[in-house]
């Protein structure tokens, strides 16, 4: 794969998630992969390939690897919003870069609570580096140069493992449970599927998310989802525009930002 050529993939949940990046596309172009919908183009120079994958674990997993199965890409990035947890930091609208993609609900639920999937000794991808059970650790100087790109723009981020769920927490219990297990920032319901999928191709991989709501008592009249669909569109045109500069870096760039 020549990195330099190859699209960055941009895959989110669903299609209004995605909307304004659609209408900025330069040489925008429909395109269908994997019976999905998507758009090629360029998004501030940088060739791109746009995909709403569908909600959840299996429909950004078939979403990936229909796209990564036919076209080389020079990585992925997992965009969309999210909840907050507790103790996070993160207020609504804020913008937040995964360290981590861990899968929060693969595993045993026991009388004495829940065990992921190390505790039985079943690996969910088992690659150079060893077993992986449910936490996909994201490359370190991927995140830390998008996370300096994003500063540079004025776009400050914070860092920290992401939580992937197939049912999204909506009680403070829950929330403060997750928050405590994973040390995480915020949970979404696709990213972990991403970053497994990226794993098994050898791709690199980006999850960004902006907070539409703090995980809490499940009420929806406290959420922002169109604010959090806008930061999240914002923080993704950045990171299109400096992805040769993220993803291939000179000998002297530093790492850290």
Not at 7 to 29: H, K, N, Q, T, W
Not at 195 to 209: D, K, M, N, Q, T
């Amino acid at each position: 794969m020549n990195s330099h050529s190859a699209p960055l993939a941009l895959i989110c949940s669903v299609p209004f998630e995605c909307a304004r990046l659609v209408a900025a596309l330069d040489d925008g172009e429909p395109v269908v992969i994997g019976r999905k919908d998507g758009w090629t183009g360029r998004l501030g120079g940088t060739p791109v390939i746009i995909l709403p994958g569908g909600m959840g674990k299996t429909n950004v997993a078939h979403a990936a690897t229909a796209l990564l199965e036919t076209r080389a890409v020079s990585g992925l990035v997992g965009f969309g919003i999210g909840g907050a947890y507790p103790g996070s930091g993160l207020s609504l609208g804020d913008v937040a870069l995964a360290t981590h993609a861990v899968y929060g609900d693969e595993g045993v639920q026991t009388p004495d609570g829940w065990i992921g999937t190390d505790a039985i000794g079943i690996p969910l991808w088992r690659g150079e580096a060893g077993p992986v059970f449910n936490d996909f650790a994201l490359d370190q100087g991927l995140v830390d140069r998008a996370r300096a790109a994003l500063a540079w723009s004025g776009c400050e981020v914070r860092t920290g493992p992401f939580v992937t769920v197939s049912a999204c927490s909506g009680t403070d219990e829950l929330g403060r449970e997750r928050a405590e297990r994973f040390g995480a920032l915020c949970e979404g319901m696709e990213g972990a599927a991403l970053a497994h999928v990226c794993a098994i191709y050898g791709v690199p991989f980006l999850e960004v998310r902006a907070v539409s709501n703090h995980v809490e008592d499940r009420d929806m009249s406290r959420w922002r989802i169109a604010p959090a669909v806008e930061a999240a569109q914002d923080a993704v045109l950045t990171l299109a525009g400096a992805w040769p500069r993220i993803c291939n870096p000179t000998p002297t760039e530093p790492e850290h930002g």
